[in-house]
């Protein structure tokens, strides 16, 4: 009773967990600037995408441009099932609840997480699922369509290849453990350039060419150094993530959420649905979980996925008019049947505002 009354001093409430907003880093000012570069990509996909509309979430087809092609959305998550899943309640401050994502359907990958089972899921489980999975499940079902895939934006999802054009990862003097990095091309003329030094070097440095020695020459020490000075090239500039290039060389499309906005993944909710089914199906033991797992994933059909769909593109309808916070949450709760916010209810709202 004693610690039940100090968390409540504390500001702290216990509460079920609720899906919705993060608002944790939700508003800072870097996320803002990447969600609307977003929000201006996804919106170019969305002219290209199918929708689904009525009861049963009937497809309305396209009049696509000719030579254009339908671009399907694919999102990816993680998601780790417990054996307390059941105990969905927990003390919170200001509402600020910390999700554990990780599963997918039918290019799902399973693994049992720890030091004495399977590991733990890295960037190499992870491609070799896009390249051995998703993509060839996709092609096969939708030959005629381009791929969008959506990630999360965390460090194992953005990561580079080994061989990647990272100026921070490169050796001006030979010696030490040097990163075998990709030729580029280099000036205004294309010149080739190696990024490894040669065997038979003697006392040339890498990028020893005329362009960049009077790059570095024209730019104080104090301020600045070779490595940034390399990294402001258009090559390294240009370079992405391994996950990224992966999936263009396959002739589709990558994108990646803002952080901190998991309300635009609808495959949360996916989780959030067959985590109800495990939770009350399973009776805490290992091998009964095991055999849960993929039958709670089964469950939710494609309608109620459809309908998840739905949801997360009136939260991107409201950022792109420029709502954001609570007032966002309370309106997505309250207008459950469109794809839009219809202007009626954004003019209510905008005068609640000014009011």
């Not at 996909?45 to 309305?60: A, N, P, R």
């Not at 993509?135 to 381009?146: K, N, S, V």
């Not at 091998?287 to 996925?305: A, C, G, M």
Request: glycine share 4%; with cysteine; charged share 30%.
């Amino acid at each position: 009773m004693t610690a039940t009354r100090w968390l409540k001093v504390l500001g702290y409430s216990f509460q079920q967990y609720h899906c919705g907003i993060y608002y944790d880093g939700h508003e800072r000012e870097d996320v803002l600037q990447y969600r609307k570069e977003f929000l201006e990509n996804i919106f170019n996909h969305e002219k290209y995408m199918s929708k689904y509309e009525g009861e049963f979430m009937d497809q309305i087809y396209l009049n696509l441009p000719e030579g254009e092609k339908e671009r399907v959305l694919v999102v990816h998550d993680e998601c780790i099932f417990y054996l307390n899943d059941r105990k969905h309640e927990l003390w919170t401050k200001n509402a600020d609840i910390e999700k554990h994502p990780y599963i997918t359907e039918e290019a799902q990958c399973f693994l049992k997480p720890g030091i004495n089972q399977k590991g733990y899921w890295t960037a190499k489980h992870l491609l070799e699922q896009i390249e051995c999975k998703a993509i060839p499940i996709f092609e096969a079902l939708y030959p005629d369509c381009i791929a969008v895939f959506a990630f999360d934006n965390i460090s194992n999802h953005t990561a580079f290849s080994k061989d990647a054009l990272v100026a921070s990862r490169m050796n001006l003097n030979p010696g030490g453990k040097q990163p075998v990095m990709r030729n580029t091309y280099f000036g205004p003329n294309n010149q080739l350039q190696t990024m490894v030094f040669p065997i038979t070097y003697h006392d040339e440095k890498l990028y020893d060419c005329k362009e960049c020695k009077e790059k570095i020459q024209d730019i104080s020490r104090t301020t600045c150094c070779a490595h940034r000075v390399i990294s402001l090239e258009p090559d390294f500039i240009a370079q992405k993530g391994t996950i990224e290039e992966l999936i263009e060389n396959a002739g589709h499309k990558c994108i990646f959420f803002p952080k901190f906005h998991c309300e635009l993944n609808f495959i949360e909710r996916y989780w959030d649905a067959a985590k109800r089914y495990s939770r009350e199906n399973c009776d805490y033991l290992w091998e009964r979980l095991q055999k849960i797992v993929p039958e709670s994933l089964n469950l939710v059909n494609l309608t109620t996925i459809r309908k998840f769909s739905r949801k997360i593109w009136r939260y991107i309808d409201f950022y792109r008019k420029g709502i954001d916070g609570k007032l966002v949450e309370y309106t997505i709760k309250k207008y459950k049947s469109y794809r839009r916010i219809p202007e009626c209810v954004l003019e209510e709202l905008n005068k609640f505002t000014n009011d």
